[in-house]
């Protein structure tokens, strides 16, 4: 049966309108999409991917070393390379230790039991330090990634600590393999090892595959053992500082990215005790500004301070 014009143009007004509510539809739902997709980058909590901030940490400690030669020496004193080269692997260390508080970090797997118990650790600490000091408009509980251990208070406490446990048994002595060590020189042997683990994790990633888990803890070992022996018992004054160096360094690097760390909490704002603060660029994680911008800025002053030293 044929159609009248008026039918024909009434088909076709129905059809127009049901295509614009499509395209409308789908309009919308991309936009929300968008929308979406913007929340979900902007809030993410990922920080700096590790090798990143390791690098960080290199640098920031060849940089003191090297323009900052006077503060540097009164820390770690004349130059002594055991020492330098130590501070240097706990600095890279303790710009790594913060992201022990995720259980997904590649970090914890690699140091095996030692790195859960020590991310389980941080993990209980961090939520019942958020339970305590949260205020009641906050969340009555929250992810403990991000969270205490991603604070300047945290990365100067954990100095302090640090340093409080090997000055407070620096006195108590052990023989080991014929050779006498303090016990305060032995946790500084432990902890260069473990700093050395997540060093290896990070730089040598593809070695550790190829080679297999134990082979690092062994070179890990030989390190430390080398390091302590020919280090000055009682001149570990250092040893904190050089961790809280790498941990701030850490929290300033994620602050940097839309994630952003409660930096500077116990302080306000908003009516937030756990306000994530976040510093331009705002960066997002494993980006092209982290991988073109700060890893050739990290490897740039790198560089630079090395020449510094070396020509003096």
């Known amino acids: ?57 290199v640098a920031a400690f ?10 540097f020496q009164k820390v770690y004193g004349p130059t002594n390379y055991p020492i330098f080269i130590a501070g240097l692997i706990l600095t890279i260390g303790g710009s790594l230790l913060p992201d ?20 389980s650790a941080m993990r209980a600490s961090a939520r019942a330090i958020y339970v305590v000091t949260r205020k009641k408009t906050e969340p009555a509980t929250a992810d403990p990634h991000r969270m205490f251990w991603h604070t300047i208070v945290a990365a100067v406490g954990i100095g302090f600590l640090v340093q409080a446990l090997i000055s407070s048994t ?38 550790i595959k190829k080679v297999g888990k134990l082979i690092p803890w062994v070179i890990g070992l030989g390190i430390s053992f080398a390091l302590i ?22 929290i300033l690097g994620d602050t940097l990215t839309t994630a952003g760390t409660p930096l500077l909490f116990p302080l306000s704002h908003k ?20 991988h073109y911008v700060f890893i050739p800025l990290f490897l740039l002053i790198i560089g630079v301070s090395l020449i510094k030293l070396i020509t003096g």
């Open 1 to 57: 049966m044929a159609l009248s014009s008026t039918q024909l143009d009434l088909s076709l007004v129905r059809k127009n309108r049901d295509i614009s509510l499509k395209v409308n539809y789908l309009k919308d739902k991309e936009v929300k999409d968008m929308k979406k997709l913007l929340l979900k980058r902007f809030n993410s909590d990922e920080g700096f991917m590790g090798p990143t901030h390791a690098l960080s940490g």
């Open 170 to 207: 620096s006195l108590i002595k052990i023989t080991l393999l014929g050779k006498v060590y303090s016990v305060g020189t032995l946790i500084l042997a432990f902890l260069i090892l473990i700093a050395s683990q997540l060093m290896f994790a990070v730089f040598f990633k593809r070695f």
């Open 271 to 290: 009516g937030k005790r756990w306000w994530s603060w976040r510093l331009p660029p705002y960066i997002h994680a494993n980006g092209p500004i982290e």
């Open 229 to 250: 022996t020919t280090i000055p018992d009682g001149s570990l004054s250092w040893v904190g500082i050089s961790i809280s160096l790498g941990w701030f360094i850490h």
């Open 100 to 119: 022990f508080d995720n259980t997904s970090s590649t970090a914890i797997s690699v140091t095996g039991m030692v790195g859960q118990l020590i991310s």
């Open 62 to 71: 060849l940089f003191v070393a090297a323009f900052f030669s006077e503060y």
